[in-house]
């Protein structure tokens, strides 16, 4: 056991300071080296996992789209400013949220990478190894979606080419370094993403059922297929994705019998919550309402008039106009996020408008069945109504809703959704003093829906090529 945890600590200082090539040059103590599938199941949980060395992620993220808006004068301007009127990464006073990204994320991919590499070298039955290679190979596909999805062009806007557009390097070996390896296209990494995808749900659905809910699984996977689906616009496959998970797992919470909202006792991201599939992530990954500057920030009034009457989501939800899912004070919980049920349900319906606007009509109603499912557990028996649509357009617009208003707050969903549907402008007022309200504007296809490569990134790497800088933003 010392050995293990001597070569977990080892692994997590190299991999934050050096590349995975100088590790495993300097492997010349075989008795760090990991021998057995547990102790690459133990790397995995230390290294590998959100919950675990979640530190250094930046949750100013979080307040990038248009479910959030400034509440009011206060007398400093922090990380979240920056995030908020989408300045340069140049401006940042402290840490830049692109810059936070690619120095968490790349670390997590080298783990998983080294857990691939060893497996075949390691003792243990055929069970075990593919119960923590089939984690690994769903944790690099997440890490590698969220990369393409925070430093490339989304892959199926109007003026995008995957085949052309530069994405973010693949590193697919413990023995590569990041120094010197350029970046693939975004047609190259949605492909491995699928490969790691197709290899990790395999596996699982073979050797990992058993794994507890903070663990990845074969469902959880399903459910990342239908987003990584959904963003290259390959609807048939997102459905079949997003049926694979509702056909395992189909339970929704319903809030007619939720009693009183307590999100320190009771929150909807939460292990127990009946949805969830997978429980995941650092608390500080959240925005809570008694930390740093967050409770300068409300949700926006764009997104509290999208409710209706008898929407029980409006009080469980949401408390003072902000997020109410989860606690208000980071030590009190141990994760951050959660993949849910209610999800699949919602990029089904989407899958199936799409097909219907492509003229595939009988798919309209399994959309509205879809959404209708979902809501039956969201509003009050006498105010809830059966969805209809009056067109191809509507119907979608009334999916974009509901996913709007069912996951505001959790991971990045409305982020990557706003790039996916053509990243429109987007307007940010700022309290600047206590008489002079700023707005800050994110054009149509603005340079700034792209984060930055951080420049202690490029600086190490000749061969990569950085995303357009967009200008300072000035508030008017």
């Not at 959404?371 to 039956?376: F, S």
């Amino acid at each position: 056991m010392k050995r293990v945890t001597f070569f977990l600590l080892l692994l997590l200082v190299v991999l934050q300071v050096s590349s995975c090539k100088k590790f495993l040059e300097e492997q010349s103590q075989t008795d760090i080296i990991p021998r057995s599938a547990s102790a690459l199941n133990e790397l995995l949980m230390g290294a590998a996992y959100t919950g675990n060395n979640g530190s250094g992620t930046n949750p100013a993220i979080r307040f990038l789209d248009d479910d959030a808006t400034h509440d009011h004068f206060f007398f400093k301007k922090g990380d979240i400013y920056y995030a908020y009127t989408w300045q340069p990464a140049s401006t940042s006073q402290s840490r830049d949220a692109g810059a936070v990204q690619w120095s968490v994320l790349y670390p997590r991919i080298l783990t998983c990478n080294v857990v691939l590499d060893y497996a075949p070298k390691v003792t243990g039955t055929t069970a075990e190894i593919e119960n923590v290679t089939g984690q690994a190979y769903l944790l690099r596909a997440f890490y590698y979606f969220r990369l393409i999805n925070f430093y490339a062009k989304p892959y199926s806007d109007k003026l995008s080419n995957p085949n052309l557009d530069l994405g973010v390097p693949l590193i697919l070996s413990s023995g590569l370094s990041m120094e010197g390896q350029p970046r693939n296209t975004v047609a190259e990494v949605y492909k491995q993403i699928i490969d790691d995808l197709t290899k990790g749900i395999e596996q699982l659905q073979r050797n990992g059922k058993n794994n507890n809910i903070f663990r990845i699984n074969h469902v959880a996977g399903s459910l990342l297929a239908s987003r990584v689906y959904m963003q290259m616009g390959e609807w048939q496959k997102a459905i079949d994705a997003a049926t694979f998970v509702l056909s395992n797992k189909s339970d929704l919470m319903d809030l007619n019998t939720w009693g009183t909202p307590d999100a320190n006792t009771k929150a909807i991201v939460d292990s127990k919550n009946p949805e969830t599939l997978w429980a995941f992530g650092s608390p500080n990954e959240v925005i809570y309402q008694g930390g740093d500057d967050a409770f300068l920030y409300r949700l926006s009034a764009e997104l509290l008039n999208s409710f209706e009457d008898g929407d029980l989501r409006t009080s469980i939800y949401i408390k003072n106009s902000k997020s109410n899912k989860s606690p208000s004070f980071p030590g009190t919980y141990t994760i951050g996020q959660s993949f849910r049920v209610s999800e699949a349900l919602l990029n089904r319906a989407e899958a199936y408008a799409q097909l219907n606007k492509l003229g595939q009509t009988a798919n309209a109603q399994l959309a509205l069945n879809d959404l209708n499912t979902l809501r039956k557990k969201r509003f009050t028996p006498a105010a809830y109504h059966d969805l209809a649509s009056t067109g191809a357009d509507d119907l979608l617009k009334k999916c974009y809703d509901e996913k709007r208003r069912e996951l505001f707050g959790e991971e990045y969903h409305r982020w990557f959704d706003l790039r996916r549907h053509g990243m429109p402008s987007i307007t940010h007022v700022f309290h600047e003093n206590e008489s002079q309200v700023l707005s800050y504007v994110l054009k149509d296809h603005d340079p700034g829906y792209i984060f930055q490569i951080p420049k202690a990134a490029m600086d190490k790497n000749s061969k990569l090529i950085g995303n357009p800088e967009p200008e300072m933003r000035i508030g008017h």
